[in-house]
């Protein structure tokens, strides 16, 4: 992780994200070869397809922070001159104050000694994980991480047209994404999961060795073992058949 004050947030809500990340690359991907643009003033961020330009995917974004090369730091949005001091990004310093975490209660947070010298690809690092905590707190997704020239990245989190995530799309994601994913804390992740997709929520006993998730799509019981990795996940889908 890339701020220590901020891998908790960004650890727990790694599930979630994950499987909706997907969806807007899956999104994205049906345009074929695609270019995006966004308009901060508009507040829009569009992807068009380069072989039509009325295939679009049309969001509306919201500015989240920039982090930059220059003076090697992340501005959130509500300190930003382009941003809106009352926005999403507020929602994050509003829940720095409260919870007494200065790195989100801060206009400014400085890139730790551990950025080094070239920062590239640290910034695409770290600008994935400000993402996931923004989708986190703010409870919106999913989020897109942009070049803005010079090494700048800034972060938006997207109202895009997706389909909500269901359970049944869970399932079938889960066995790739897991194995792709670490995890600190595999149950705390499901419990979010169900949380920021809406779903209900039944731990399955007393020691927590199960969690059971359902949706209109179906349920699905995750199974952890002593450490809380998760060990199997058995679904039982509407209209599947037996």
């Not at 891998?7 to 990340?21: E, G, H, M, S, T």
Request: a negative charge.
């Amino acid at each position: 992780m890339s701020f220590d004050a901020l891998a908790p947030l960004a650890d727990r809500a790694a599930l979630f994200v994950a499987l909706r990340q997907e969806q807007l690359v899956a999104a994205t991907d049906a345009l074929g070869e695609h270019r995006w643009d966004a308009d901060i003033a508009a507040g829009t961020l569009i992807f068009t397809a380069n072989d039509d330009p009325s295939r679009q995917l049309v969001t509306r974004a919201h500015l989240v922070a920039t982090l930059a090369p220059g003076p090697r730091s992340l501005l959130w949005a509500w300190a930003h001159p382009q941003g809106d001091v009352d926005g999403v990004s507020a929602a994050l310093r509003d829940y720095g104050t409260t919870h007494g975490i200065a790195a989100l209660a801060e206009p400014e947070l400085a890139f730790p000694p551990a950025a080094g010298d070239d920062v590239d690809e640290w910034i695409a690092q770290a600008a994935h994980e400000v993402g996931a905590v923004a989708v986190e707190i703010a409870g919106r997704s999913p989020y897109y991480s942009a070049p803005v020239g010079g090494g700048t990245r800034a972060v938006f989190l997207l109202d895009a047209p997706l389909p909500p995530l269901t359970v049944a799309d869970a399932v079938t994601a889960l066995p790739r994404l897991l194995s792709a994913l670490t995890l600190s804390d595999p149950r705390t992740s499901v419990w979010d999961l169900a949380r920021l997709a809406g779903w209900t929520l039944q731990w399955t006993d007393a020691s927590y060795s199960g969690a059971t998730v359902a949706d209109a799509s179906g349920s699905a019981t995750f199974r952890f073992d002593e450490q809380a990795r998760i060990t199997g996940v058995e679904s039982a889908l509407a209209g599947a058949q037996g």
